[in-house]
């Protein structure tokens, strides 16, 4: 019984040992590239980052080919702008399913997250962001007796 608490400071003692903040790590592989996966609707995106000049392949495509669209392109680059990283890092995804606005979301989710891992104290600025938050939003699934998932048939009084 000789581990028993006989006071309470020993307790508090105790609570501020446990109560540490978890430290993030940096995590890379053997080449030097941080690892990733995003997701957003039913696309999902694998990321790896290393340092370079800044540029973006997405399916061994540049991104301006792979994403035609400025928004979509935009969309990629948010977080390396937010972590005032733009141009520093190469970039290599591969991205399956969904839509071309669903790829470029789960390009954006898994670029934040491979940032993380290479710098954990961009997660703050990350997490701000909204960056870091996978869009759990998915298509609603069609239900019997329904035109769609919720539309129904049209009406006939005869």
């Not at 540029?55 to 928004?71: G, M, S, T």
């Not at 997250?113 to 938050?133: I, S, Y």
């Amino acid at each position: 019984m000789s581990d028993t608490m006989q006071s309470l400071d020993q307790l508090s003692a105790l609570k501020t040992a446990e109560s540490e903040a978890p430290k993030h790590t940096k995590k890379i592989d053997k080449h030097g590239r941080a690892y990733a996966t995003g997701k957003r609707k039913d696309a999902v995106a694998r990321v790896w980052i290393k340092p370079g000049a800044g540029k973006i392949l997405v399916n061994a495509r540049e991104v301006e080919v792979y994403f035609a669209r400025p928004v979509l392109r935009m969309m990629i680059q948010q977080p390396l702008v937010a972590a005032a990283r733009a141009g520093q890092y190469d970039v290599v995804c591969t991205v399956a399913g969904g839509g071309l606005s669903g790829q470029a979301g789960a390009v954006r989710h898994g670029l934040s997250k491979a940032l993380t891992n290479f710098e954990p104290e961009l997660r703050g600025v990350l997490k701000k962001g909204g960056f870091l938050t996978r869009d759990s939003r998915v298509v609603e699934r069609k239900k019997y007796g329904k035109a769609k998932a919720r539309r129904s048939f049209q009406f006939s009084k005869r």
